[in-house]
T-cell receptor, first 111, second 112 residues
């Protein structure tokens, strides 16, 4: 069990560019989640997969955001036409029967 | 909308003092989870409470779930510098399977 892995750890991008993040969950976990966290706040739910099916999306997930989980394994989160307000830590988590196991996150800075 | 509220936002204690953080929901929760996030780190799962009035202990940490399943607390006895971090409670998003609403957290600072 190597935990939840996220890449890259840091991403700096210019406003208007597209970015893609990857998450590799714990292999035994069938549920995968994306959250966003800004300074001084708790994680905010973005979306959730059970196996390859995207079951829920938050209203925070605008049409510039898309997430996939092909074959129910790793997941990607893409943000198109980034804005400065997208700057945040993007956390991926996976779960089986109990609580979440979070990855270390991808810190996005939009300049 | 559905929220979980935590108080206090910050707490600064001397090592050896006790600490308590409180979590309140406007709606009944099927369960509540607690996480700890160290500075610069990611949230780490501590515990899940499911039953009304449930009390669980992990060494110096005591977790309670209210009788009405609308509130919860985390109490740390005799804090240590290793307890430093932000403690989050999280309840299920209404009508969701497994998505969670996190509170804003209570940041604990322990000075020796």
């Amino acid at each position: 069990d190597t935990g939840v892995s996220q890449n890259p750890r840091h991403k700096i991008t210019k406003r208007g560019q597209n970015v893609t993040f990857r998450c590799d969950p714990i292999s035994e976990h069938n549920r995968l989640y994306w959250y966003r966290q800004t300074l001084g706040q708790g994680p905010e739910f973005l979306t959730y997969f059970q196996n390859e099916a995207q079951l829920e999306k938050s209203r925070l997930l605008s049409d510039r955001f898309s997430a996939e989980r092909p074959k129910g394994s790793f997941s990607t989160l893409e943000i198109q036409r980034t804005e400065q307000g997208d700057s945040a830590m993007y956390l991926c988590a996976s779960s089986g029967a109990g609580g979440y196991t979070f990855g270390s996150g991808t810190r996005l800075t939009v300049v | 909308g559905q929220q979980v509220m935590q108080i206090p936002q910050y707490q600064h204690v001397q090592e050896g003092e006790d600490f308590t953080t409180y979590c309140n929901s406007s709606t009944t929760l099927s369960n509540i989870q607690w996480y700890k996030q160290r500075p610069g780190g990611h949230p780490v799962f501590l515990i899940q409470l499911v039953k009304s009035g449930e009390v669980k202990k992990q060494k110096r940490l005591t977790f309670q779930f209210g009788e009405a399943k609308k509130n919860s607390s985390l109490h740390i006895t005799a804090t240590q510098t290793t307890d430093v971090g932000t403690y989050f409670c999280a309840g299920p998003v209404r009508n969701s399977g497994y998505a969670l609403n996190f509170g804003k957290g209570t940041s604990l600072l322990v000075t020796p």
